[in-house]
């Protein structure tokens, strides 16, 4: 069992940035591929970026490429989402999942534990 944390959301302006972190509980979180999903009011939860269990390998989706870094401290137990040249259609909840999967994967089915989610405005 994994339990994940969201924070780091917020409200910002357009061209501006926020670095999302997800906690982890428990001595396994270096086990599992780790993702980002958002979800905008009436529209499905859409795959952001997600890393593999050591940080070697990253994705992301085509709309935050160049703009989203996604990293993981695994002494910290924590994954980050570096947001950058924010965007107002970035605007969402965004949430972290864990994936017990050995390859990074960016289906929302893939991924076991999900978090809360923490809301991101950006106004333009």
């Known amino acids: 069992q994994v339990q994940l944390v969201e924070s780091g959301g917020g409200l910002v302006q357009a061209g501006g940035s926020l670095r999302l972190s997800c906690a982890a509980s428990?001595?396994?979180?270096?086990?599992?591929?780790m993702g980002w999903f958002r979800q905008a009011p009436g529209k499905e939860r859409d795959f952001v970026a997600a890393?593999?269990?050591?940080?070697?390998?990253?994705y992301y989706a085509d709309s935050v490429k160049g703009r989203f870094t996604i990293s993981r401290d695994n002494a910290k137990n924590t994954v980050y989402l570096q947001m950058n040249s924010l965007k107002p259609e970035d605007t969402a909840v965004y949430y972290c999942?864990?994936?017990?999967?050995?390859?990074?994967?960016?289906?929302?089915?893939?991924?076991?534990?999900w978090g809360q989610g923490t809301q991101v405005t950006v106004s333009s």
């Open positions: 999942a864990a994936d017990h999967a050995v390859v990074v994967r960016r289906t929302r089915s893939a991924y076991d534990y």
């Open positions: 428990g001595r396994t979180f270096s086990r599992y591929s």
């Open positions: 890393i593999s269990r050591s940080g070697d390998i990253t």
